[in-house]
C-alpha cells in the first residue's frame, strides 16, 4: 500500500508563504535548496507529516500536493498512466530519491516518490 509521505506547497512568492507558516503555526522553516524549502510540522512521536514549500513551476504555480511513496516509480507511473493520469514531470533523479509529478483523471496533482 503506498503512503502519503509529505506535502508541497507551491507558491510563487515561497519566502511570505514560509513567513506566513512559521508565525501562524510555528512550522520550521529550513533554508531553501534548489528553490524548496523543508518544514517541519512537529515532533516525530505525534501523527502528522512534514512538508515544504517550493517556487511553483508553471505549470503549477500555486497549490498544494500530496507526494506519495510508491515501491516503484516507473511501474506506477505505468499503472497511473493507464488509469486515466496525466504525467506533468516524468521520472527526476536526485541524491537519495526519484520523483514524479502527475494530474489524476479529474485533475489533482500529485507526486510519487521512491527512495534510493
Keep these: 500500500m503506498a503512503r ?14 514560509a513567513a506566513f507558516y512559521s508565525s501562524v503555526f510555528d512550522w520550521k522553516i529550513a533554508e531553501p535548496h534548489w528553490d524548496y524549502r523543508e518544514v517541519t510540522t512537529g515532533s516525530d512521536t505525534k ?11 508553471s505549470d503549477y504555480p500555486h497549490g498544494t500536493r500530496v507526494v506519495i511513496e510508491v515501491d516503484s516509480l516507473d511501474d506506477t507511473l505505468a499503472k497511473a498512466v493507464e488509469s486515466g493520469a496525466k504525467i506533468v514531470r516524468d521520472k527526476m533523479e536526485f541524491d537519495e530519491f526519484y520523483l514524479a509529478y502527475l494530474a489524476d483523471p479529474v485533475g489533482l496533482g500529485i507526486g510519487l516518490i521512491q527512495y534510493k
Excluded: R, T, Y
Design 4 to 17: 502519503v509521505v509529505l506535502f508541497e506547497l507551491n507558491s510563487q512568492d515561497p519566502e511570505k508563504a
Design 47 to 57: 501523527p502528522g507529516i512534514h512538508g515544504g514549500i517550493a517556487l511553483g513551476p
